[in-house]
């Protein structure tokens, strides 16, 4: 796992999933579908393995959203350092700003073409 997806939205896992196979590197990405289901991945894996290098996170997810996720990840010893890149369709300036005061790397907005999927997709890849 070299990329943590954190996505309630299937189809917004599927665009970049097939942008991830457009670019050549499907299997660099795998996905959770809530900041719950993330935490349970990532702590799952023992001390000994690998953490992602790149962690992806929606903001608006049921059962733990995006902020409360990126405030446990920047808690946690072992994920702390892991840059997060907060991946939302929200434009609210204080929300942007919040993530950040909380260790967020950046905050990109979901694209609305298959050209800036793409873009994105290629961002995502230079954390490798």
């Not at 894996?45 to 953490?51: F, G």
């Not at 962690?55 to 892991?82: A, C, H």
Request: glycine share 2%; proline share 5%; charged share 25%.
């Amino acid at each position: 796992m070299k990329i943590l997806m954190v996505d309630d939205d299937a189809d917004d896992r599927d665009i970049i999933r097939f942008s991830m196979e457009s670019i050549n590197a499907p299997d660099t990405i795998c996905f959770a579908e809530d900041g719950e289901q993330a935490l349970t991945i990532l702590q799952e894996n023992d001390a000994l393995s690998p953490v992602p290098l790149l962690i992806i996170l929606d903001l608006n997810m049921p059962r733990m959203n995006g902020t409360e996720t990126l405030r446990s990840l920047k808690q946690d010893d072992r994920l702390k350092n892991i840059p997060v890149i907060i991946y939302s369709t929200s434009i609210n300036p204080f929300e942007k700003e919040k993530c950040m005061e909380l260790g967020a790397h950046s905050f990109i907005t979901k694209p609305i073409s298959y050209q800036e999927s793409l873009d994105i997709a290629h961002t995502f890849l230079r954390f490798l």
